[in-house]
């Protein structure tokens, strides 16, 4: 099973969620329509997390 082009949009999106761009920006770059469906596909993972909460 290869990696399609949804699977590189959707870890695109994550990353770079993670990396605090602006959620409108990071929209205008993923092409989602609906903020909505940005955040469907937007998963920041758990060391990212825990960096943040710690400060």
Known sequence: MGLTF????????????????PMMTVQAITGHKLTQMLKRYTHISGKVLVDVVRG
């Open 6 to 21: 949804h699977d590189l949009r959707h870890e695109a999106t994550s990353r770079f969620c993670e990396k605090a761009i």
